[in-house]
């Protein structure tokens, strides 16, 4: 079955500092991956989506993620970290790409940022 | 574009009495999706319609829960009778091209 593992249920880092939050996923197939964020008492927001060629992809407010289907992995990365970047964020997967079906979502991570 | 539309953001009502919440789609887009968010159980995922057809409805509790989508403008969600246990925030949304979705804000609401 289809599944998405978040590995870090909460992480902190410094202000300016680099991040990177982690996923994994199950799929037989290439997967269409994305990655949400959502801030305290907002809905989700979603950040970037990957569906095919370069597997490195940009997002909205700096984020990027890779994707390495050798890991089965699209981890979410930031060069620098901004105090309104605290958050949580979601990965999540496609399981049937190209027609409308649901995603399954993970766990989220917890993202708090240190002044 | 408004996005997602969801009506009413916040609800409190008492256990046993029917509540509905209302999602407004993104003109245009063919499928809708209805979530349940809690702290314990994470994002789930209840029912989710294409061309206002329910798809699956797996993840709907049990039959106090029940959807609509009489037109591809307007889903409802009705929990009746409600109970304490099924105070949640309430998410809908809608389909991208690449499966993407688009989230409504939410309804909080808390059953006493």
């Known amino acids: 079955a289809q599944s998405v593992t978040q590995p870090d249920i909460h992480i902190t880092v410094s202000e300016g500092a680099s991040l990177e939050l982690r996923c994994n996923y199950s799929y037989g197939a290439t997967p269409y991956l994305f990655w949400y964020v959502q801030s305290p008492g907002q809905g989700l927001q979603l950040l970037l989506k990957y569906f095919s060629g370069d597997t490195l992809v940009q997002g909205i407010k700096g984020f990027e993620a890779e994707f390495k289907r050798s890991q089965s992995s699209f981890n979410l990365r930031k060069p620098s970290v901004h105090w309104s970047d605290a958050a949580e964020y979601f990965c999540a997967v496609g399981v049937t790409p190209g027609s409308q079906g649901n995603l399954i979502f993970g766990k989220g991570t917890k993202l708090s940022v240190k002044p | 574009d408004a996005g997602v539309i969801q009506s009413p953001r916040h609800e409190v009502t008492e256990m046993g009495q029917e509540v509905t919440l209302r999602c407004k789609p993104i003109s245009g887009h063919n499928s809708l999706f209805w979530y349940r968010q809690t702290m314990m159980r994470g994002l789930e995922l209840l029912i989710y319609?294409?061309?206002?057809?329910?798809?699956?409805d797996s993840g709907m509790p049990e039959d106090r829960f029940s959807a609509k989508m009489p037109n591809a403008s307007f889903s409802t969600l009705k929990i009746q009778p409600s109970e304490p246990r099924d105070s949640a925030v309430y998410f809908c949304?809608?389909?991208?091209?690449?499966?993407?979705?688009?989230f409504g804000p939410g309804t909080r609401l808390t059953v006493l």
């Open positions: 949304a809608t389909d991208g091209a690449y499966n993407e979705q688009f």
């Open positions: 319609f294409n061309n206002n057809v329910p798809i699956d």
